[in-house]
């Protein structure tokens, strides 16, 4: 047999570690490579939480995370430090997932050394580099050199076709997240204890509709979380509806929410969930309010409306699928929205049954493949 393809995988936030969990899974199942993983730990305990979940234990963790963190010390500390652990590891290949800045700085750490690189949720564009800010600069950075881009979806590719990437390094895959959802909603049939931990919750706010929240964009630090809060605070104030809102930890999030809405009867103002029990959360929400990107496309695969809080989305396909809107950062706009989907049951019903285009579950093989043959 030939020499193992040597693989190093770099990731460091919360929906990096979902979104890569499958893919490791497989490739550490598979003799064609030697798998390494590193985590720069630009998160903590919510990259923790995920790692514990998927059974991985990382080969090198940077442990780079600061309260409250600056763009600038965060990018110098991550590409001195995974470009140390390249030089020791000396892979075949880097793969880097999605537009964080450890993406960002993986990638360049990579082809400083003339690594090549693997972009996987490759093309996504917003068309404005202030929304999201600064992801949709970070990818952009990483598309510019990947040598392999695994586009989640034909828009996606075409985003990227029109930058002049070459085709043959283009290949459409579908989103790892859905493979994600998948391998964690098997989980929990086989251990429903993984996902108990809401029935609290269940049983205080039984007969009502539940909300579920995120919210965590950089973009809407200052006044859209103040407005955010604002809509949260006035959709709660139905007495038909509860809203279920694990806070991130980013502490730019959590004084504004705490501030706003901490003690409101109708809202939970919950620690981040760990992926089973936010899985659970989209399984009994009746919609999503969010300004993810994973919840944008997790949603629309177990049939759950979202409402998406940003002013433009990298996502478009969501939109045009009917399964997301855009609402911004508008308390009013936020609100009448919500209400028409709790009000008229034919609006919420187009948007429950719409098709959901980010996958079909098997991104990862169709990765494995890609980069076996790289
Ligand atoms: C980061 C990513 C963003 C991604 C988001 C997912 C960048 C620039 N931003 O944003 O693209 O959508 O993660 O959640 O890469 N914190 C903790 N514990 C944790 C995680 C965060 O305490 O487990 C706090 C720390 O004070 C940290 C701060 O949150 O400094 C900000 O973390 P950071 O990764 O810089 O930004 P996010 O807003 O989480
Ligand atoms: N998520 C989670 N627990 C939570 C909130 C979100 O496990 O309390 C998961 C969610 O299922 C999705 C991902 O985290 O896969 C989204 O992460 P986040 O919104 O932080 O980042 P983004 O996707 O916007 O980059």
């Not at 393809?5 to 890569?20: D, M, Y």
């Amino acid at each position: 047999m030939s020499t193992p393809i040597k693989i190093l995988s770099v990731f460091g936030t919360r929906p990096e570690a979902i979104k890569f969990f499958p893919l490791v899974h497989a490739l550490d199942a598979d003799e064609r490579f030697d798998s390494r993983v590193c985590v720069s730990g630009q998160h903590r305990g919510m990259l923790d939480q995920v790692l514990e979940i998927a059974g991985i234990v990382p080969h090198h963790d940077l442990d780079l995370m600061q309260p409250d963190q600056t763009l600038d010390a965060l990018t110098a500390n991550l590409l001195t430090g995974i470009g140390s652990v390249l030089d020791q590891e000396k892979p075949d290949w880097v793969i880097v997932q999605g537009d964080t800045a450890t993406a960002m700085s993986g990638a360049l750490a990579a082809y400083y050394r003339k690594i090549p690189v693997a972009h996987v949720e490759a093309g996504l564009r917003s068309g404005n580099i202030h929304h999201p800010w600064p992801e949709e600069v970070n990818r952009k950075i990483v598309g510019s050199f990947a040598a392999l881009h695994f586009a989640p979806t034909e828009t996606a590719a075409d985003a990227l076709k029109r930058e002049a990437v070459d085709p043959s390094s283009i290949h459409v895959t579908g989103n790892t997240v859905i493979d994600a959802l998948h391998w964690i909603t098997t989980q929990i049939e086989q251990k429903p204890e993984l996902a108990t931990n809401l029935a609290g919750l269940e049983q205080r706010f039984a007969g009502k509709r539940i909300i579920g929240v995120t919210s965590h964009r950089r973009e809407n630090f200052g006044g859209g979380m103040e407005a955010i809060a604002d809509a949260i605070r006035r959709i709660a104030a139905r007495d038909d509806v509860a809203m279920i809102f694990p806070v991130h930890l980013n502490p730019n999030v959590r004084k504004v929410m705490n501030a706003q809405l901490d003690g409101l009867d109708n809202v939970a103002l919950i620690e981040p969930l760990d992926y089973p029990h936010f899985a659970r959360l989209l399984d009994i929400c009746t919609l999503m309010l969010t300004d993810s990107g994973g919840v944008q496309e997790e949603a629309p695969a177990l049939g759950k409306p979202v409402l998406v809080m940003r002013e433009t989305t990298e996502r478009p396909e969501g939109v045009d699928a009917g399964t997301a809107k855009l609402v911004g950062t508008d308390a009013d706009m936020i609100v009448a929205e919500c209400n028409r989907l709790l009000d008229d049951q034919a609006a919420y019903d187009a948007m429950a049954q719409s098709h959901n285009p980010f996958g079909d579950g098997k991104a990862v093989a169709r990765i494995v493949e890609a980069l076996a043959n790289g």
